[in-house]
């Protein structure tokens, strides 16, 4: 007992910047969970989301160097089975009017943590079985079969109408309001893949990225190891999707095109393949962004009857920043670093010295 | 007693015959050289072993001692890579292939997720065995980079070292798997007279401190004469002699792979 004393000593003596500003966000989240509106609940609890989400795409795609795009597949899961345990049973008969729930499923209601974590396994079984052919393969035929199977999913859950009341969709699913479950899922998640990276997995991973040949060589067993990322990414994506579900209330196919997959693939990119602190920044970039460009579609832009400014125009500007980041700026925000005290520091430093070189230089050119 | 040996190795691709007839016999303890002139199926002969190519015939056996000091005779043809390393061969590479984008000591580390046992949820949760095995692996880990001169270079990027040194590091990610047999593909490739003799030195040392059984493929003349126990000889996939340096230096059909055909010439 005094030695686990002990050492927590010295990791607060070690962390105390980082414990520090964990809590100054705990309470921040606090402060904003009593202040805050509606609108902007809705909002940060979306990105919160997004970053549970596209952090858990960026394990497998950033870190581990295997091109995933089964996200919306995997979010579908994971919001459905939410949907389907969570919804009052005594509703279910309003919901289900076209054709009523399967009986074995019709009287099973669950808690929702329950459910949420349900949906994590559902979808790490599923991704289990997509990762065990594809897997052992190099090459993209890990995108090609996530991309298809995201789509199958989609069209499966439309035609089982007993379970998941087809193109309906499942309305009245108990909804959550308070940030604390967004944020406190998406600050364990961000820990739990953190602490992954920096340990021997997370090497591992990284290996893969860098050269399978030779990680294969210094004893990483290429399947066991992707499969692992996969695993943890696909059970990390199905507890997004189960918060996704619960804080829309509302859940159907239609809201799992694959172009949700690219709302992820955009944050990844942009915020650098491998770093999980350029995930988390640009997840409220983009979710928040999304929002602030809204003004984009509406015909009346800057007082102006413009015939461009049209429903879309918002999406041309990500995916036009999607393709700046490509040509100019490939790392994205972070690149592989993240955002420590240590790299804040070099950051300041080199900035000032930046500086104040310029300003010795002008000084120089003035006298 | 015999580590490494193959049997009638044969490796095809298509119609090529990189390999033909590959036939070895490593000793325990000893430093073995794998010579022969551009093409002669060299690399290919290690990537049978290493088990990046499943021979398309031939027997590869491979007799690792355990803990106890038992020895067991494996068949590793057909086996995974990482099976392979896992059983005790290591290997560097003759293109250097380093983990570029991640820094010296990761390089190093990486080679020690074989021998780690706790579980990715472990790691996940940071309880006390993960932070055992980290600062165990850690402690090896600087101990090797050390050894080979790079520890003040542990924090910098693999790709940013210069030439020599990634070949240095190359085997230190090497000996982090705790290998039995290692091979090294062309190890004083592109290095100059003096980095050659220092090589030869840190190799010759390295075979004691860790009781390793070298096998190397080399083009430097001097240095596999100077420290080889024992050299192969291939050309055209074939071992066409092997015995002690001096018996190599008179072998006739050795003179005359070198120095008897015209457009293979090596040197």
Redesign the interface.
């Known amino acids: 007992m005094k030695n686990t004393q002990n050492s927590l000593g010295t990791y607060l003596k070690t962390h105390w910047k980082t414990v520090v500003f964990l809590i100054v966000v705990l309470i921040g989240i606090g402060i904003a969970d009593q202040m805050v509106n509606s609108f902007v609940r809705r909002l940060l609890n979306l990105s919160a989301i997004y970053t549970i989400v596209a952090l858990s795409m960026n394990l497998i795609n950033g870190f581990t160097g295997q091109f995933s795009l089964g996200q919306a597949g995997f979010m579908a899961i994971g919001a459905y089975t939410v949907a389907i345990f969570t919804v009052p049973v005594g509703l279910r008969a309003t919901i289900f009017y076209m054709a009523p729930m399967a009986p074995f499923l019709a009287n099973i209601q669950l808690p929702f943590v329950v459910a949420l974590l349900l949906g994590g396994v559902l979808t790490t079984i599923v991704a289990f079985l997509i990762g065990a052919p594809c897997l052992r393969l190099r090459g993209d035929y890990l995108a090609i079969a996530t991309l298809g199977f995201s789509e199958i999913i989609r069209i499966v859950f439309t035609n089982t109408q007993t379970i998941t009341n087809g193109a309906l969709g499942i309305k009245s699913i108990p909804t959550i309001s308070s940030l604390w479950w967004t944020f406190g899922t998406a600050i364990i998640i961000i820990i739990a893949c953190f602490l992954l990276i920096s340990s021997s997995y997370g090497r591992a991973f990284k290996s893969i990225r860098e050269d399978e040949i030779a990680a294969e060589a210094m004893g990483v067993g290429l399947f066991k190891t992707k499969m692992t990322s996969f695993l943890i990414s696909a059970f990390f994506t199905g507890i997004g999707g189960g918060l996704y579900a619960a804080l829309l209330g509302t859940v159907d196919p239609k809201q799992f095109y694959f172009t949700l997959t690219y709302n992820f693939v955009l944050i990844i990119v942009l915020g650098g393949m491998g770093s999980i602190s350029g995930t988390i920044i640009s997840s409220f970039i983009v979710t928040l962004g999304q929002e602030a460009l809204r003004f984009l579609d509406e015909p009346m832009a800057f007082g102006l009857d413009l015939p461009i400014f049209k429903p879309g125009l918002r999406m041309v500007v990500f995916s036009f920043l999607l393709m700046v980041v490509v040509l100019f700026y490939r790392k994205g925000l972070m690149g592989t670093n993240e955002l420590t005290w240590d790299f804040i520091g070099q950051k300041y430093q080199s900035i000032k010295a930046r500086f104040t070189k310029k300003a010795a230089s002008t000084q120089g050119g003035d006298k | 007693m015999s580590v490494l040996k193959t049997e009638n190795v044969i490796m095809q691709f298509g119609g090529v015959v990189a390999v033909n007839d590959l036939n070895l016999d490593i000793q325990k303890g000893e430093l073995a050289a794998l010579i022969g002139p551009n093409g002669a199926g060299k690399t290919t002969a290690f990537n049978v072993i290493?088990g990046?190519y499943t021979p398309t015939s031939g027997t590869v056996h491979f007799s690792p001692t355990d803990k106890s000091g038992s020895v067991k005779e494996v068949d590793i043809s057909g086996k995974?890579?990482?099976?392979i390393?896992?059983l005790g061969i290591?290997?560097t590479?003759q293109n250097i292939?380093?983990?570029?984008?991640?820094s010296v000591l990761?390089n190093v580390?990486?080679?020690?997720?074989?021998n780690?046992d706790y579980s990715?949820l472990s790691?996940?949760?940071?309880m006390p065995k993960?932070r055992k095995?980290?600062r165990l692996?850690k402690e090896k880990c600087e101990f090797l980079l050390e050894r080979m001169g790079l520890i003040d270079l542990k924090a910098e990027k693999a790709s940013s070292l210069p030439y020599g040194q990634q070949r240095h590091l190359e085997i230190a990610?090497?000996l982090?798997?705790d290998p039995q047999l290692l091979l090294l593909d062309e190890p004083a490739a592109g290095m100059n007279p003096q980095e050659t003799d220092e090589l030869t030195d840190l190799i010759f040392k390295l075979k004691t401190d860790f009781d390793l059984t070298i096998f190397m493929i080399e083009h430097h003349m001097d240095l596999v004469m100077e420290i080889s126990d024992h050299i192969y000889v291939l050309d055209f996939g074939c071992t066409i002699a092997h015995g002690t340096p001096d018996e190599i230096q008179n072998d006739q059909k050795v003179i005359e792979a070198y120095l008897g055909v015209d457009d293979d010439v090596e040197n």
């Open positions: 290493t990046v995974r890579p990482d099976k390393t896992a290591a290997r590479f292939r380093l983990f570029s984008d991640l990761e580390m990486i080679a020690t997720h074989l780690i990715f790691a996940m949760l940071r993960a095995g980290e692996a990610r090497a982090a798997t």
